[in-house]
């Protein structure tokens, strides 16, 4: 997904290796998956070092673990599952290589693909199949792929390196009003199950605007990430079943 945002709007002329071949499922138990990542990384690195270009990686939520409060760049890690404790794996393992880096720790990313692995694509997936199960107090950071790509590229081209850097919206919506909307815009009919529980996502990203300045989003954009989004998405799932 991010790989493919930077093939498709990417600056070629922007510094840096983008690496973005991760694993995808953050639910994902097999080791060899991770093994796997890791080997990539050590190659993604040494390709860096020698030709002299920051290594851009992108961690996320669940290297954090702890939402009680906004998270930033310096909060505790301590994550609570497999996916989160290779993230740190790979941001030690940056560190250590003596190449230039960029650490990118994302909220939800949003794009066209129905890549069951994502918030939204599963939310549309649940929508579309008559019964939506939701979290009530669950919240989440939206952010659209290709502003990931724009603001990767103003980092590196700003000669940000050997750093770690929240790129997000700093919006936390409500995962059932992001729910409301996936229905509004289908027009869908669903069984949506609310329980107890859920947590709050909120990134702090005050170090990020302070580097590239104020950001263009205001309390409308994770409803425009939707709205655009959405319809895409659906048809992608459509095309995956027609398959």
């Known amino acids: 997904m991010i790989a493919g945002a930077f093939r498709t709007i990417g600056d070629p002329a922007v510094p840096g290796v983008v690496f973005?071949?991760?694993?995808?499922?953050?639910?994902?138990?097999?080791?060899?998956?991770?093994?796997?990542?890791?080997?990539?990384?050590?190659?993604?690195?040494?390709?860096?070092?020698?030709?002299?270009?920051?290594?851009v990686y992108f961690s996320g939520s669940p290297i954090y673990g702890d939402f009680s409060r906004p998270v930033t760049e310096t909060s505790p890690c301590v994550p609570?599952?497999?996916y989160g404790r290779h993230q740190v794996e790979c941001e030690e393992l940056i560190r250590a290589s003596q190449a230039s880096f960029l650490i990118v720790r994302l909220p939800n990313?949003?794009?066209?693909?129905?890549n069951p692995h994502q918030l939204i694509a599963s939310l549309v997936s649940q929508v579309l199949g008559g019964?939506?199960?939701?979290?009530?107090?669950?919240?989440?950071?939206?952010?659209?792929?290709?502003?990931?790509?724009?603001?990767?590229q103003r980092l590196t081209a700003l000669r940000v390196v050997d750093n770690t850097v929240n790129?997000?919206?700093?919006?936390?919506?409500?995962?059932?009003?992001?729910?409301?909307?996936?229905?509004?815009?289908?027009?869908a009919e669903p069984l949506v199950d609310e329980r107890e529980g859920g947590e709050a996502q909120q990134f702090d990203i005050s170090l990020?605007?302070?580097?590239?300045?104020?950001?263009?989003?205001?309390?409308?954009?994770?409803?425009?990430?939707l709205e655009h989004y959405v319809p895409r998405i659906a048809a992608s799932l459509a095309d995956q079943t027609e398959k």
Do not use: C, W
């Open 20 to 55: 973005a071949r991760g694993v995808a499922n953050s639910q994902m138990l097999d080791e060899a998956e991770y093994a796997r990542e890791l080997a990539l990384l050590r190659d993604a690195l040494a390709v860096a070092r020698a030709i002299d270009e920051p290594l």
């Open 109 to 114: 990313v949003v794009s066209a693909r129905g």
């Open 208 to 225: 990020l605007t302070k580097i590239v300045g104020p950001l263009p989003f205001n309390k409308l954009y994770p409803i425009k990430i």
């Open 80 to 82: 609570v599952t497999r």
């Open 131 to 152: 019964r939506v199960n939701v979290r009530r107090a669950a919240a989440r950071d939206l952010l659209d792929v290709n502003d990931i790509v724009r603001l990767v």
């Open 167 to 187: 790129v997000a919206s700093g919006l936390s919506t409500p995962v059932p009003v992001i729910v409301d909307h996936i229905i509004r815009i289908l027009g």
